[in-house]
């Protein structure tokens, strides 16, 4: 029987409970300077973290992936990528590192980790590899965060540029309010079991969406890490037919 592809397309949609995404994927299909995806924590005091996720692309601008704000601090925990360089910018409550050297070639699906510790080391994986350790910050993230998937906030909630939305695919982001060791970073990198996220799990996410964004079956996209990730965690992640 052929396959026919559903989308679904959510405009302003709000969750009413948390959804269990496995095997799904956001899509960020255009330029735009208001799409994007909320998640929501109740988590408010962060001293350390770890940010997971995956995600496929071809723009070679400057982009961003995940954007963490609070009251104080617009760039309470950002991950960019600036421009067609093979770098990652870092920043914890307003400090940015760059990690440079590293390599994400266009239209592959890249996963990224990126830790910050309570005495200001960071450290970022960029496909189960790692990165060298440098210091950013050791304040500590205080307030209820607003957390944005697909644009990068320069003001709490808002103030997004289109020349640095997203544009791709995103998917199996976990947020933890810890270091997670190396072991599990690589384990999450290879796809194989591990603890999910306590402040955002990708199994059971509290999320709204806002503008053009849709949820897609990931074996649309990337049917080997679908049959990888199955075959780690021995369970079935959905298809749809």
């Given at each position: ?8 397309f ?57 954007s963490?704000a ?17 770098t ?11 990690f440079?050297?590293l ?16 005495n200001g ?9 790692p ?54 970073i ?18 059971a ?34 298809r749809m037919?």
């Open positions: 029987m052929e396959k026919l592809l559903i989308s679904v959510l405009f302003g949609t709000c969750w009413a409970a948390p959804q269990d995404l496995s095997g799904k994927v956001f899509v960020f299909p255009k330029e735009t300077d208001r799409a994007h995806v909320k998640l929501l924590t109740t988590k408010t005091n962060i001293e350390s973290a770890t940010v997971c996720l995956r995600f496929l692309t071809d723009l070679t601008r400057s982009y961003g992936l995940f963490l609070t009251v104080a601090q617009s760039n309470g925990f950002l991950l960019f990528k600036p421009g067609d360089v093979e990652i910018e870092l920043a914890v409550s307003g400090t940015s590192i760059y440079r050297s390599s994400f070639p266009q239209n592959n699906w890249h996963n990224i980790c990126a830790t910050w510790s309570s080391i960071a450290q970022v994986w960029v496909d189960g590899k990165s060298v350790k440098r210091y950013v910050d050791n304040v500590s993230l205080v307030g209820p965060p607003i957390t944005i998937l697909g644009q990068e906030q320069d003001s709490y909630g808002g103030d997004f540029d289109q020349k640095q939305s997203f544009i791709g695919m995103i998917s199996d982001v976990h947020m933890w309010n810890h270091v997670v060791q190396a072991s599990d690589k384990r999450y990198a290879a796809g194989k079991s591990f603890t999910p996220g306590n402040v955002f799990n990708w199994k996410l509290d999320f709204e969406i806002e503008g053009m964004i849709l949820v897609e079956d990931e074996t649309e996209y990337n049917d080997e890490l679908h049959k990888k990730v199955v075959n780690n965690r021995s369970c079935v992640l959905p037919k």
